[in-house]
């Protein structure tokens, strides 16, 4: 018996930032993404978290079909990518983020879940797993809405 197909898919990508160095000025570049992703987003109906690690960038991208292939595209244009490699991209049953656009970075609040995905050497050899950011990208939700006081969620 087939599996019934399903138009829901996602995309998990990575991607090298050309960001400036200056941590300010790097910061604002951070911001801009995030304010423009969110309202493309939000018109294509499009769920998504974005890890930023050193000069590295992940996402995990879902949604409709055809606009899951022209987020990704807008992203692969972006000039403040390069080398953009998808890691997977597959049909999904139901989406797992909440949010349009949702980021993070490593801190000292979250240092122990980017330190167990290990992520920073796979990216530097242009080698990682699409479990490994997917998982991280899902604890970093999940830890942000448990530090919201949410202890779970229907999606």
């Given at each position: 018996m087939r599996a019934k197909r399903t138009s829901l898919v996602h995309i998990i990508y990575f991607s090298r930032l050309n960001l400036s160095s200056d941590p300010a000025k790097r910061s604002e570049q951070i911001g801009?993404?995030?304010?423009?992703?969110?309202?493309?987003?939000?018109?294509?109906?499009i769920t998504s978290f974005l890890v930023i690690e050193g000069n590295f960038a992940c996402q995990v991208i879902e949604g409709e079909r055809s606009s899951v292939h022209e987020t990704f595209d807008r992203v692969s244009a972006d000039s403040r990518?390069?080398?953009?490699?998808?890691?997977?991209?597959?049909?999904?049953?139901?989406?797992?983020?909440?949010?349009?656009?949702?980021?993070?970075q490593r801190t000292p609040n979250n240092d122990t879940l980017f330190a167990k995905a290990n992520l920073l050497p796979m990216l530097q050899r242009g080698t990682p797993k699409a479990s490994a950011i997917h998982g991280l990208c899902l604890a970093l939700q999940s830890d942000t809405m448990s530090r919201q006081g949410i202890d779970h969620l229907f999606v």
């Open positions: 801009e993404i995030g304010r423009t992703a969110q309202k493309k987003n939000e018109f294509a109906v990518h390069r080398d953009v490699q998808i890691s997977e991209w597959r049909e999904i049953t139901k989406r797992e983020f909440v949010h349009s656009f949702k980021s993070a």
